[in-house]
């Protein structure tokens, strides 16, 4: 069971970013999904979601607009689209999953990605 984000790294402000979650060891499509971020000194932050099947999606008021986030069940993967990058977005961006439904594991989080915002 394993959540492997990627994708995060150096960015200038105004830039864009895309992370990607790999999900393994459980049914995917049965598990709603989220990025939390947590920057130093600061409680972690949920930052988007994406039902089961990806038909509803809801996002932070500190990003509405700019971060955009999606699912391919196919490819047991979801991904985090962050585009017009602030330095106050730089954080650990981490993956969830929580079942919605049928057997398996409650919650599986992974170990997170880096994302520095700076010129």
């Known amino acids: 069971v394993q959540l492997a984000e990627s994708g995060g790294g150096l960015v200038q402000p105004g830039g864009s970013l895309r992370l990607s979650c790999a999900a393994s060891?459980?049914?995917?499509?049965?598990?709603?999904m989220s990025w939390y971020r947590q920057a130093p000194g600061k409680e972690r932050e949920l930052v988007a979601a994406?039902?089961?099947?990806?038909?509803?999606?809801n996002y932070a008021d500190s990003v509405k607009g700019r971060f955009t986030i999606s699912r391919d069940n196919a490819k047991n993967t979801v991904y985090l689209q962050m585009n017009t990058l602030k330095p106050e977005d730089t954080a650990v961006y981490s993956c969830?999953?929580?079942?919605?439904?049928?057997?398996?594991?409650?919650?599986?989080w992974g170990q997170g990605t880096q994302v520095t915002v700076s010129s």
């Open positions: 994406i039902s089961s099947i990806g038909s509803s999606t």
């Open positions: 060891g459980f049914t995917f499509s049965r598990y709603a």
């Open positions: 969830g999953a929580r079942r919605v439904y049928g057997p398996g594991p409650s919650d599986v």
